[in-house]
């Protein structure tokens, strides 16, 4: 059991639960960051779990706590304030390095438009998970699993033969729910291991919480785009302050990022085109290095005779985490 005893809103938040986090849509930047506080029998993975968050964004943005044993009452970031891939805001978005999947229902008449986001597994680096464009096909409750011949090559080599089909229950790794994609053999799916969601562990397909992947089934209808993207690093505006945020790259690319500083530097010019910018170079080479995972002030959109102190005076976390009495 948590103890949430800090939250700053910075938009407006519909809903909190270990199942959902549901924001109205109104610019790039969505949700908060929450300090939360361990019991002793706490792990990293049970915070992760608890508050809808994957394992290693969960180490990115607590890079200095032990994630078997954090203590009691030890102070964990939960790094749920997000920065909107680029992306079509439509039907679903997967952005791999982040290792999170966002879903823009359809909405009627003059319905608010919403967001939710959910924590996802990827395919391990020798079974990437495919980036490009493609829509749902399937949906399947109970699926039975038939893994494919190279997954059964695999698991008899480490001595764990596989079945042919392996029938919908509580040994199935599909879990409950699977909605087919487009692309031939990949599927968003549930798990029977929700601890290892937030990694990179599967054979290519995107892995949910059993909870997440429940509400996106019946939510999602056959048709509904989805998106699969390839960005560690996201830029966004909100509040006339341009924010940053970068994960670690996949392993496989890092000829891709090799030259990050510059690469970041075009997002922000092509996000912030026509607009006068101030940007505060320190702490922009401060967050791609550090690499949280969590969104940062690093400039502001220069529309007021504040900008030079606001850049000057600009904390590190720029106040998105705020204690309460």
Known sequence: MLCRYTLFM????????????????????????????????DTLSDVARAYDQGYLEMRWANPTIDPWLPGEETEIIVPSLYVLPEAPKRGI??????????????????DQRKVSTHPIS?????????????????KVKDP???PP??????????????????PAGPENPLGAFAIRLGLPGYLIHGTNRPYGIGMRVTHGCVRMYPKDVEEIF???????????????????????????????????????FREQFSHVVELI????????????????????????????SVGVISNSDTVV?????????????????
């Open 218 to 256: 019946g939510k999602v209808a056959i048709g509904t785009p989805v998106h699969i993207v390839n960005q560690p690093y996201k830029v966004g505006i909100a509040h006339n302050k341009v924010y940053l945020e970068v994960h670690p790259h996949l392993a496989e690319d890092r000829d891709v």
């Open 93 to 110: 978005v997967v952005n791999v390095p982040e290792m999170r999947l966002y879903f823009f229902p359809k909405t009627k008449g003059k």
């Open 149 to 166: 011949e190279s997954i059964r090559e695999e698991h008899a080599a480490e001595g764990d033969p596989l079945p042919k089909i392996v």
């Open 122 to 138: 990827i395919g391990r680096q020798q079974w990437t998970t495919p980036h490009g464009v493609t829509k749902i096909v399937a």
């Open 269 to 296: 010019v092509a996000k912030t085109a026509g607009r006068d910018v101030q940007l505060n170079w320190r702490a922009l080479q401060h967050v791609i290095l550090e690499k949280s995972g969590i969104p940062i």
């Open 10 to 41: 910075t938009c407006s938040l519909l809903a909190s639960t270990a199942s959902a986090l549901t924001f109205e849509l109104a610019g790039d930047v969505i949700g908060e960051l929450v300090l939360a506080s361990s019991l002793q029998s």
């Open 309 to 325: 102190d606001e850049l000057t005076h600009m904390p590190a976390d720029d106040g998105l985490v705020r204690r309460l009495n």
């Open 144 to 146: 039975n699993w038939y």
